[in-house]
C-alpha cells in the first residue's frame, strides 16, 4: 500500500491527510496527527477526499468536436489545433480570455495567468469564484493592505472572543468550526452575525440577527460601540477617532451590540472570521471593511494569536489571487498598473504586458469569442448560473481543461483531460497563507497529463516552456515576491507547508468612509425578503457530484425537489398557509417565479431564503441581485 | 504456550514472514506519522509509538472493499466473488486493535456470514504488542481490551528488555512461530512473571482519560437520557464521521459499483451511520433525519444493554481515537459522561 501526503482539495482551511493507493488505484484517506492544520482530525468531506478520483466520471484523451461530436485525437494534434485557433480568432481581433480556478494548483493558475497576459496578450482573466469574494477582499485590502493578518485556525482554539460573520460555518469550513468549538468549550465568547440561527449561531453567547447583504449594520454598530469605550492605548494604528465616530452618528446599538463590543474590546486573544455576502458588492466591501476596521482599532491586528479569516469557500482562491488570475492584478496581487511589478513580471516573461484591464468573470463569460476553462465549471460557481452556461454555448471557440466530465467539460470545442488532485504535482495556498505541496499517489487515467504540463505545452505555443512542476514554482517565486524561497522550503520531508509572511502592520489604515446602510428594500407592496444564500455550493462540484459517499447527503434534497425550494420560517408559512412542497409565487421588481417552499425554524420573519443551487429557479426574481423584495402569495 | 525470542532475532523472523505472506507494520512516514502499512523490510517496523490514528482495521475491511466482479455476457450478467486470499501478519498491532479486529469477525461471523471478510481475516494472523506504557488518551481498561491481552490475538509480544515474550493464543499464532522456530525458545517462569508485572505496573499508568460505561449503559438501554440532552450535544458534533471511521468496531458501509468496459467492481465503501443521508430510503423518507437521533442511534448501539447482551461486550475498545479524530467535541468519553452524569458542558 502505498501513503501519499497531500493537501485536502476542498475548503480553504487547508488540511492534510494521507493518499491511500493499492496496485495504483486509490482506496482511501488517512488521517496525520503531525499536520499543522488537521492534526489528525478531518471534515466529512477530507475523510471522502479518495472518492471523486476514483469513481468520478474522468477524461482520458483529448478530444476535438467536429461535426458535432467530440472526438478524440492525439496530444499534438489537440495543442496545435487549440493554439491556432486561438491565434485565429486574436489576428481576427476577437476578444479571448482565460479563467482559471480556484480548485487549480499554484502552479496550473500561474500559467493560465501567463498564457492569458503573455501568450494572448490580453487581461482577460479571472476565476468562477472571484465574483463572489471579490468584494470581501476588497473591503479588508482597504484596511489591511494586500492581505488580511490571518490568524492561525488552531490559534483560534485559543482565543477568548471570536467574531464570525458566518454564512453557515459548520457546513462551510469545519475545520475552522472545530477550533471555534474547542474555543467555546474553554469559555470563550463566540458573536455570530447572520441571518440565520445556525448551529454556530446556537452556540454563541451571542447572536446577532443580520438582514442579509446588510451585515455593515451590525458591525457598524459594534465599531461604534467600541469607538465609544475609548480605547486608544489599545494600538499603535494610528486612528482618528473623532472622524470615525461622526462617521457613525447616525448608527445606534442595542444593548447586546454594546456587550458584544466590550468583550471584543478587553479581549487579549480574539479571531475574526467573515465569510462573503450576497449583498451588493459596493456595500459588501464597506462591511468588510468595517469588519477590519474593528478589528483593527481594539489592537487584534497587531498581536500574536488574534488576527482575521476571510473565509473562501474553495482550497485555492488565496492562490488564484496571488497568482494573478485577476483581471486587474499581476502575480504575486500586486495592482496591474504597478509600473514596478509590471517591469519585474515583463522580464521574467519576456513580452510586453497588455495595459488595458481586463474583462471580469462573469462579463468574460457573456463577451469573448474563445475561452479558456482550466478545472472548473463557471454554471456551478458564478451568481449568474445557467447564464454563464447559455453565454458558453454561443462561444466560437471553447476549451476546456479538467480532470472530470463536467457540464462545461461537455459542450467544449477542444477537452484537454488533465490530472486531479490525487495524480498531479503542484502547491495551493490555504486561508491562512500557507502553501503546501500536492503530490500524486497514482497515475493519470488514460492519456491525462497534470495541468501544468498541458498548460506550459499551451504557453510553449505562444512563449516558452517548463520541465517540472517545481520550474513552475521557482519562476512563481520570482513573478510573486511573496513565494520567493517557497519551492525550496517545500522540497523537504514533511508536512512543512511554507506560511506566506505578507502582512505588514505599517500598512494598516484605518480611515472614515462615508457610512452608508443598505437602504430598506422592503415595501408595502413587497414586504419579503429574498436572499441568495451565500454558502458556496459543493454539491455541484466534481469533488462532491463524483463522491459516492458525499453526493448522497448533498443531492438527496435535490432529488426530492427537482423544481428546487426556497426557505421560509415557519411563522411566516403558516400566515401565508404555506406548508413544505407548496408551491409560492413570488413577485419582485424584476419578475416572478412559482417554486415550492421548505418551512425552517432559524429564518427569522420577513425572509426567504434560495439554497445557491436553486438560485436560478428565481433568477427573474434576483435579477442580478443577491437580494431583493418580494411579494409571496400561496400559488 | 509461551516462548521467547531475542530481540536481535526479530529481524529474521519478520524476513521469514515477509517469505510467507504480507506483513504489515507500524512504520514512520517521512512527515512524522506512524502509520499501520505493509512493509518490504524488517527495519520499517517502528517498536515504540504512540496507536496509529488510522486503524488497522483496513487490513479486514478496508475503506474500498471490492467484494463481486460482474460482467455482461451477451443477455446474462455473470457474477464472480472476489476474495482476497493473500496470507497476512499483522505486526505490532496495539491490543486494542486485536480486540477490535476479534469484534469485527464476531460480527461477521453472525448469519447471514460475511464470506468476503472473513476469507480476509481467516487469513490474517494479529501478532500484538501489549502496552507497557499505556497511550496518554487510551481506556481500553474500561472496556476490557487491554493494556495486555488474554485473549483475541494469535500471538501477542511483550517487550523484557533483551527480549520479546510471545504468548501463543491460536493455530495461526503457532503458525507464524513455526515459520521460524529455531529462532525461540520456551519461555522461563521469570519471564512470564516479569510480563504479569508488566501488565499490574501498565494499569496503574493509565492517563485521565476514563470511560464509566456501567451507568452510561443502565440510562441509555431503559430510555432515561433525555431527547434535549441528545438535541444539546448534537450542536457540538460537526458530522465528519471521524468516529466511525477509525473506531476498531465501526463496520457500517455503503456499496458503489466501480464500472468500465462493461465489467463492474461492485464495492463496499466504510460509511458513517452520522451522516445525514446514510438512513435516507428510497421514498425520500429519512428515519433519522435529525443529528440527535443519528448520535442516539450510535450510542445505543455502541453502549446499550441490548448490544451489550448480544456482542458480549460494548462497541468500543478504548483506542481513544475517537478522541483525537473528533472535529467536535462528542467523542465516546465525553457522550458517556454525559449520559452519566445527564447534562452536557454544566
Known amino acids: 500500500m502505498v501513503t501519499v501526503p497531500t493537501a485536502c482539495p476542498f475548503c480553504s482551511c487547508g488540511c492534510g491527510f494521507y493518499l491511500l493507493a493499492r496496485e495504483g488505484q486509490l482506496v482511501g484517506v488517512a488521517p496525520s496527527e503531525t499536520h499543522p492544520v488537521s492534526e489528525g482530525r478531518l471534515c466529512a468531506r477530507g475523510w471522502s477526499a479518495h472518492e471523486a478520483a476514483l469513481w468520478g466520471d474522468r477524461l482520458r484523451q483529448p478530444l476535438l468536436r467536429r461535426n458535432g461530436k467530440q472526438e478524440s485525437v492525439s496530444w499534438d494534434e489537440a495543442l496545435d489545433h487549440v493554439a491556432g485557433r486561438l491565434k485565429e480568432l486574436m489576428n481576427a481581433g476577437k476578444p479571448v480570455g482565460v479563467l482559471g480556478s480556484s480548485r487549480a494548483t499554484n502552479e496550473e493558475n500561474y500559467l493560465a495567468g501567463r498564457l492569458a497576459r503573455a501568450g494572448l496578450q490580453t487581461n482577460n482573466v479571472d476565476f468562477s469564484y472571484h465574483p463572489i469574494c471579490r468584494p470581501l477582499l476588497a473591503g479588508l485590502e482597504e484596511v489591511c493592505g494586500k492581505h488580511a493578518p490571518s490568524i492561525r485556525l488552531n490559534d483560534i482554539a485559543s482565543s477568548q472572543v471570536i467574531l464570525l460573520t458566518e454564512g453557515n460555518l459548520a457546513e462551510t469550513h469545519p475545520r475552522a468550526a472545530s477550533s471555534i468549538l474547542r474555543a467555546v468549550e474553554k469559555g470563550a465568547h463566540l458573536i455570530t ?36 469605550l475609548r480605547l486608544q492605548d489599545r494600538t499603535s494604528v494610528p486612528i482618528g477617532y473623532d472622524a470615525l465616530r461622526r462617521d457613525l452618528e447616525t448608527v445606534k446599538g442595542t444593548e447586546e451590540v454594546r456587550q458584544a463590543a466590550e468583550w471584543i474590546a478587553r479581549a487579549e486573544r480574539a479571531a475574526f472570521l467573515i465569510a462573503p455576502s450576497c449583498g451588493p458588492g459596493d456595500q459588501s466591501r464597506k462591511d468588510a471593511a468595517a469588519f477590519a476596521k474593528l478589528a483593527a482599532i481594539t489592537g487584534h491586528l497587531d498581536k500574536p494569536a488574534s488576527g482575521l479569516l476571510p473565509l473562501l469557500a474553495r482550497s485555492n482562491v ?207 407592496e413587497r414586504p419579503y425578503l429574498l436572499a441568495r444564500d451565500v454558502a458556496f455550493d459543493w454539491g455541484h462540484d466534481p469533488l462532491v457530484s463524483f463522491s459516492p459517499t458525499l453526493r448522497r447527503d448533498y443531492q438527496s434534497e435535490r432529488k426530492l425537489f427537482p423544481n428546487g425550494f426556497v426557505e421560509i420560517g415557519k411563522g411566516d408559512a403558516d400566515a401565508l398557509k404555506l406548508s413544505g412542497g407548496r408551491q409560492a409565487r413570488l413577485t419582485s421588481v424584476h419578475g416572478e417565479a412559482m417554486v415550492p417552499v421548505l418551512v425552517r425554524t432559524d429564518l427569522k420573519p420577513g425572509l426567504l431564503v434560495v439554497p445557491y443551487t436553486f438560485r436560478d429557479r428565481v433568477s427573474n426574481v434576483l435579477g442580478t441581485e443577491g437580494v431583493t423584495a418580494v411579494k409571496v402569495e400561496r400559488a | ?167 501463543v493464543g491460536s493455530a495461526k499464532g503457532e503458525a507464524a512461530v513455526a515459520e521460524a522456530q529455531s529462532l525461540f525458545r520456551k519461555a522461563t517462569e521469570d519471564e512470564v512473571s516479569r510480563r504479569k508485572n508488566l501488565e499490574v505496573a501498565a494499569r496503574n499508568h493509565f492517563g485521565e482519560e476514563t470511560c464509566h460505561f456501567a451507568s452510561a449503559m443502565r440510562r441509555i438501554s431503559t430510555g432515561r437520557v433525555p431527547d434535549a440532552l441528545w438535541e444539546k450535544m448534537g450542536d457540538w458534533c460537526l458530522e465528519c464521521g471521524g468516529c466511525n471511521l477509525v473506531c476498531p468496531t465501526c463496520y457500517c458501509f455503503g456499496v458503489k459499483d466501480l464500472g468500465r468496459d462493461g465489467t463492474w ?82
Open chain 2, 1 to 167: 504456550m509461551a516462548f521467547s525470542i531475542e530481540k536481535k532475532a526479530v529481524t529474521k523472523w519478520l524476513e521469514k514472514l515477509l517469505e510467507a505472506g504480507e506483513v504489515v507494520a507500524p512504520v514512520r512516514t517521512p512527515c512524522g506519522d506512524v502509520l499501520f502499512s505493509t512493509i518490504r523490510s524488517a527495519e520499517e517496523v517502528v517498536w515504540d509509538f504512540p496507536n496509529p490514528l488510522h486503524p488497522p482495521k483496513e487490513f479486514v475491511l478496508p475503506q474500498t472493499d471490492p467484494i463481486v466482479k460482474i460482467r455482461r455476457n451477451g443477455q446474462h450478467h455473470e457474477v464472480e466473488a472476489i476474495h482476497d486470499g493473500t496470507r497476512r501478519f499483522l505486526f505490532n498491532a496495539r491490543s486494542c486493535d486485536a480486540k477490535g479486529i476479534a469484534f469485527l469477525t464476531r460480527m461477521h461471523e453472525m448469519e447471514p456470514a460475511d464470506a468476503s471478510y472473513l476469507r480476509r481475516s481467516g487469513n490474517l494472523t494479529v501478532i500484538s504488542l501489549a502496552c507497557a506504557t499505556p497511550c496518554p488518551l487510551g481506556f481500553c481498561v474500561c472496556t476490557d481490551s487491554g493494556p495486555f491481552l488474554s485473549d483475541s490475538c494469535d500471538a501477542q509480544l511483550t517487550d523484557l528488555g533483551e527480549s520479546y515474550l510471545v504468548e
Open chain 1, 318 to 524: 488565496r492562490g488564484a489571487c496571488d497568482m494573478g488570475v485577476v483581471p486587474d492584478r499581476l502575480p504575486g496581487y500586486d495592482p496591474l498598473d504597478d509600473a514596478r511589478s509590471r517591469q519585474r513580471v515583463q522580464d521574467i516573461w519576456g513580452k510586453k504586458l497588455p495595459s488595458a484591464p481586463g474583462l471580469r468573470a462573469e462579463s468574460l463569460l457573456q463577451s469573448v469569442s474563445g475561452l479558456i476553462v482550466v478545472a472548473d465549471d463557471p454554471p456551478s460557481v458564478v451568481p449568474i448560473g445557467q447564464r454563464a452556461m447559455a453565454a458558453m454555448e454561443r462561444i466560437e471557440f471553447l476549451v476546456v481543461l479538467d480532470a472530470f466530465l463536467t457540464p462545461t467539460a461537455r459542450i467544449a470545442h477542444a477537452l484537454l483531460p488533465i490530472a486531479s488532485l490525487a495524480e498531479t504535482e503542484g502547491t495551493v495556498t490555504n486561508m491562512e497563507g500557507r502553501v503546501q505541496r500536492l503530490r500524486a499517489a497514482t497515475n493519470p487515467p488514460g492519456e491525462a497529463r497534470t495541468g501544468w504540463q498541458v498548460l506550459a505545452e499551451l504557453c510553449g505555443r505562444f512563449t516558452s516552456s517548463y520541465s517540472s512542476a517545481s520550474d513552475v514554482l521557482r519562476e512563481i517565486g520570482q513573478a510573486a515576491p511573496g513565494y520567493a524561497g517557497v519551492e525550496q522550503r517545500l522540497s523537504e520531508d514533511g508536512w512543512g507547508g511554507a506560511l506566506l509572511k505578507d502582512f505588514d502592520r505599517a500598512k494598516l489604515v484605518v480611515q472614515p468612509t462615508r457610512t452608508t446602510g443598505l437602504a430598506a428594500l422592503t415595501s408595502v
Open chain 2, 265 to 346: 467492481i461492485r464495492c463496499r465503501l466504510r460509511d458513517s451511520c452520522q451522516y445525514a443521508a446514510f438512513t435516507l430510503e428510497a421514498s425520500g423518507h429519512n428515519p433519522r433525519a435529525l443529528r440527535k437521533d443519528r448520535m442516539k442511534r450510535r450510542f445505543f448501539h455502541k453502549v446499550s444493554a441490548q448490544y451489550y447482551t448480544r456482542d458480549g461486550t460494548v462497541g468500543c475498545v478504548g483506542c481513544g481515537r475517537c478522541i483525537k479524530v473528533c472535529l467536535g467535541t462528542t467523542h465516546m468519553p465525553a457522550v458517556v459522561a454525559a449520559i452519566r452524569k445527564g447534562k452536557w458542558h454544566e
Open chain 1, 193 to 228: 452575525v447572520g441571518y440565520r440561527k445556525t448551529q454556530m449561531a446556537r452556540l454563541a453567547s451571542l447572536h446577532l440577527q443580520a438582514t442579509p447583504g446588510n451585515e455593515g449594520e451590525v458591525i457598524n454598530g459594534l465599531l461604534a460601540a467600541i469607538l465609544d
